[in-house]
């Protein structure tokens, strides 16, 4: 049965349709997209019907690089991907709007959990695993829908012995939706980059994103304080149920100090207040990879307990013969940044 292709380009007809699919996610949400095209980049916004049953929707988004220019699909498409012939023909659409904007891969990494049987399906349909992450992959996923004290309850000791030092020490959370804030954040993070050698998300980039969620009461900034000196900050962003714990910064004086945990609790309260029913701590190291650039922060996220959720990781499906050039430099890149 033949599919009906539709570009989206106004915000309710999105926004309304996206939710029908459980796997909804603020990676496709209209605002990621807005975000996106404040950063000079090309979105298109994709919807699959079959007859009048909508079967598909896919937020794509066109980077340029140095090593060339491909298509990015973030937690997404949205589909069933036990229909071969629905995931056939929506991806051929897809490559037919990356070739049209010169691209060279197609890049998705999409909210389905990973496994051998969707592994197969996508490298049937000319997938190959990526060298790079797309975006977090294996997340950390906590259930709001047990009361705080069960919460508590099911993390580590040390994580809520550490919660309630908090607490007792007087450090107190402050809730932003101040854009100013952001030049802060990002200053903190350049210094934890120099540190610990990472490359850092520019002002802009951070800067334009919570401005994107701002207006629709979708991101917040969550400070941690002892005596005004500021110890943590969390960026989080709530979407369709689900609360993301997207970036965080600490600064030195929160070395011996518990300011992280608060931040951390504020936003569990926040969510839960808020009538959401998950909280993602977004990505961790897998356990066994000690020297993993993240294995730290990902021992401090493993303390609040939760269920990890791997989810299929990011996928190429190459559109030219260049595509062979940048995988080697992506490998090679990855094993500089020790990912």
Not at 235 to 244: D, L, P, S, T, W
Request: with cysteine; charged share 25%.
């Amino acid at each position: 049965m033949s599919l009906n292709f539709e570009y989206i380009t106004d915000t309710i007809n999105w926004e309304q349709n996206i939710k029908l699919f459980n796997e909804a996610n603020f990676l496709q949400s209209w605002n990621w997209g807005v975000f996106q095209e404040s950063m000079g980049k090309i979105v298109t916004r994709l919807s699959v019907r079959r007859e009048k049953s909508l079967v598909a929707m896919a937020q794509l988004v066109r980077e340029t690089a140095k090593r060339g220019t491909y298509v990015t699909i973030a937690g997404g498409p949205l589909l069933n991907w036990d229909d071969e012939e629905l995931v056939l023909q929506t991806f051929e659409e897809i490559k037919k709007i990356a070739k049209e904007q010169g691209a060279i891969f197609i890049r998705f990494r999409p909210q389905a959990l990973n496994s051998q049987k969707l592994r197969n399906t996508v490298k049937k349909f000319g997938a190959v695993a990526s060298q790079m992450h797309l975006t977090a992959d294996l997340t950390l996923q906590l259930d709001l829908s047990n009361s705080e004290d069960d919460i508590l309850q099911q993390m580590r000791k040390n994580t809520r012995y550490s919660i309630r030092k908090s607490e007792k020490d007087g450090i107190t959370t402050v809730f932003s939706k101040d854009k100013n804030d952001i030049k802060q954040f990002c200053d903190f993070q350049n210094d934890l980059a120099k540190r610990h050698g990472f490359v850092p998300f520019s002002y802009e980039f951070l800067f334009n994103q919570f401005s994107s969620f701002l207006d629709d009461d979708q991101v917040i900034l969550i400070h941690s304080y002892k005596d005004k000196i500021l110890l943590a900050s969390a960026f989080i962003i709530f979407y369709n149920g689900e609360a993301v714990y997207h970036y965080g910064i600490s600064t030195p004086e929160n070395g011996k100090l518990p300011g992280s945990y608060a931040c951390q609790w504020a936003a569990i309260k926040e969510a839960k207040k808020r009538g959401i029913t998950k909280y993602n701590f977004w990505g961790i190291a897998p356990e066994e990879e000690k020297n993993h650039r993240f294995a730290g922060v990902s021992i401090f996220k493993r303390g609040f307990g939760g269920e990890e959720v791997q989810y299929l990781p990011s996928h190429d499906m190459p559109l030219s013969a260049k595509y062979n050039l940048t995988s080697s430099f992506e490998f090679l890149r990855k094993k500089m940044r020790k990912l």
